[in-house]
């Protein structure tokens, strides 16, 4: 992967952001049937391992900051109390209505740039619906590691940059573009 790759990669509006996680990642998932509850968990351990990154039972100040979503229609989402709150973003519901989507992520951001907690919304229909749940849970994991600027899929490749990324020397946050000569360095 070239530093260029990279760079798009973490790209949105002309912007570079390049963001992990600094706390202990407290997962919680709703709205999956309960065989499928473990295969997640596992995945998503497996995931911040593999980055070198804790993953604990709760975050003292939030209780949770990975939290995942899941649905059938947008409009469940509306039974969620205080989504707007948690979201940061009133219309959510509609919103994602309105543009069709099959998935949504949200992140929060410490002081100092780093994850603080990440929500992701899915819509079960469609293609989503028919993938397996351990495909479905590592790209799912893997979009919460970093924050991506577009959709991406778990790969050997993305597993090789999530390390690089993670490495103790490496910020928890960058906005210059520069970062990316950084991570393929790692890589090389």
Request: proline share 5%; aromatic share 8%.
């Amino acid at each position: 992967m070239t530093a260029d790759e990279i760079t798009e990669l973490f790209t949105r509006d002309g912007s570079y952001l390049c963001a992990r996680w600094r706390r202990p990642v407290a997962p919680v998932i709703f709205g999956l049937a309960d065989e499928s509850l473990g295969i997640f968990r596992s995945v998503i351990h497996a995931a911040f391992a593999d980055a070198g990154h804790p993953v604990t039972d709760t975050d003292p100040e939030m209780g949770a900051n990975l939290m995942m979503f899941f649905c059938r229609d947008w409009d469940e989402l509306a039974g969620i109390p205080d989504l707007d709150r948690l979201s940061g973003q009133p219309d959510l519901v509609t919103r994602l209505r309105g543009a069709d989507a099959d998935a949504y992520q949200i992140f929060r951001f410490e002081e100092d740039g780093a994850i603080r907690a990440c929500l992701s919304f899915m819509r079960m229909q469609g293609a989503m619906a028919g993938q397996h749940p351990a495909m479905l849970a590592e790209t799912l994991a893997t979009r919460a590691l970093l924050t991506f600027s577009r959709e991406v899929t778990a790969s050997t490749e993305l597993a090789s940059l999530i390390r690089a990324a993670y490495d103790p020397v490496m910020p928890h946050s960058a906005r210059d573009p520069s970062h990316a000569l950084r991570l393929a360095a790692r890589l090389g």
